[in-house]
């Protein structure tokens, strides 16, 4: 076809001439580029110091874990359990949420034994239980502002500055970010610490600041207490749940539950308590939402507890109301609160049968030292009648020396023939 033919050389010729542009636009990319580059030498090599800086500047590496602990970037979690640590690992990743130091050696954290550089920004969870912890120095977790967690829990606690769970510049108050605090099981005090009260040290570490006013979990489980000092709870209006069981709690009476408006449980299981009275149950009462439990008390059922067991009858607020029962005195042991009339609650006087034998015993030691007494007195009583005549015959010489006395300073006369024979 000669058509076909007479297109083909214009094509041809097209096509040399898009290669040939295509050249052209390499080789002026590639000497605007060179030029680029010889223009920023200088000023490369000028900025070279404050790449350095900027270089040692960076964080570490967010990978990098402390040789004796676990560590999952995934989960954010940092785990330096049972390793006998002395102190805090200095070298912890920026990244972790949740960290658990527990079963250590620390036994004092310091002010800022968590400060880093960078900071451990996104710290959520802090579980420091059963490491031996002593002493917590004021300002010891500063620089945490995501703390939401913290367990202190079988430490051996002697010295809980007030100023713990806030700044270390006591003049200066630093609401904590605390959420849920759990201090259960607390280690009894050696002797040379038992001067100080360990209700009064934990309630100043409450009370302090006002820093933990947004807490909403507060656990004291287990820690011997015989009271909750009063006014320890009004610093805590956020608080939701209560843990105060297996103490060992004999009153309510100076505890206030009325700003705890937003309390959910509380929970006074397994302690002393005897009887509630009027006052307490009316706040109790009071609160919208809580929920009360109150199982294994040795709850006293006489005159005093009439006015609980009517409550008792009529709230919704305790829970597993039906299983309270009696504890003394002994013909009401195991009787149901709940079925007990006012003619089943009287004063009488009789003890319980552990004091009854107590002073049965006493009267019996007493008895018998009395018998020792006077067997002694009748054994020897020659010897005491001898003793007595000697006393009485001393006694009527040392008299009739007096009253011989008494005769000479009475009459004048002869008290100068005394002074005439001294002449």
């Known amino acids: 076809m000669p058509g076909g033919f007479s297109r083909g050389p214009a094509a041809g010729d097209a096509r040399l001439r898009l290669a040939r542009l295509a050249r052209l636009a390499l080789v002026l990319l590639g000497w605007i580029s060179s030029s680029s580059l010889t223009s920023s030498a200088t000023s490369s090599t000028s900025s070279a110091p404050s790449l350095a800086s900027a270089v040692s500047a960076q964080p570490p590496w967010s990978g990098q874990c402390p040789l004796p602990c676990e560590c999952s970037e995934a989960a954010r979690t940092v785990k330096c359990v049972n390793r006998n640590l002395a102190e805090v690992p200095a070298d912890l990743p920026p990244y972790v949420r949740n960290l658990f130091l527990t079963g250590n050696q620390l036994a004092e954290l310091p002010a800022g034994a968590f400060a880093r550089r ?9 579980n420091l239980s059963s490491s031996r912890l002593k002493v917590v120095r004021a300002g010891a ?24 769970f806030c700044g270390s510049n006591a003049s200066v108050s630093t609401p904590s970010p ?6 259960n099981h607390i280690v009894p005090l050696p002797a040379q610490w038992q001067n100080q009260s360990l209700e009064g040290m934990v309630a100043a570490a409450l009370r302090a600041g006002q820093a933990l006013r947004g807490l909403r ?33 004999v009153s ?14 509380l929970h006074l299981e397994d302690n002393a308590l005897k009887v509630l009275h009027n006052g307490t149950m009316a706040e109790l009462q009071g609160l919208p939402q809580v929920r009360v439990f109150l199982d294994n008390n040795p709850w006293v059922c006489d005159c005093h507890m009439v006015d609980m067991v009517a409550w008792l ?31 089943d609650l009287d004063c009488d006087p009789i003890l319980p049968p552990s004091l009854q034998t107590s002073y049965v015993f006493l009267g019996i030691v007493l008895a018998l030292i009395g018998a020792i007494f006077l067997l002694v007195l009748y054994l020897n009583r020659k010897g005491i009648k001898k003793w007595m005549h000697n006393i009485r015959d001393a006694c009527r010489d040392h008299m009739e020396g007096y009253h011989y006395r008494y005769e000479i300073n009475a009459d004048p006369r002869l008290t100068n023939l005394s002074s005439n024979s001294d002449v």
């Not at 977790?141 to 713990?164: C, I, K, M, V």
């Not at 009529?314 to 005195?329: H, M």
């Open 313 to 343: 009858k009529e709230t919704e607020v305790v829970q597993g109301k039906a299983r309270l029962t009696c504890a003394f005195p002994e013909k009401m042991r195991n009787r149901v609160l709940l079925e007990l009339n006012n003619s």
């Open 178 to 183: 605390l959420v849920e605090l759990i201090v």
């Open 217 to 249: 979990r507060l656990e004291l489980a287990s820690n011997n207490f015989l009271y909750i000092p009063r006014d320890v709870l009004a610093q805590l209006p956020s608080l939701r749940h209560l843990d105060l069981r297996n103490n060992s709690l």
């Open 252 to 265: 309510l009476t100076y505890v206030s539950f009325r700003n705890l408006t937003h309390l959910e449980s």
């Open 141 to 164: 977790f500063e620089h945490l502002p995501s703390l939401r967690q913290l367990d202190l829990s079988h430490n051996p606690l002697w010295d809980l500055s007030p100023f713990a």
């Open 118 to 126: 960078p900071p451990l920004a996104e710290l959520a969870a802090l």
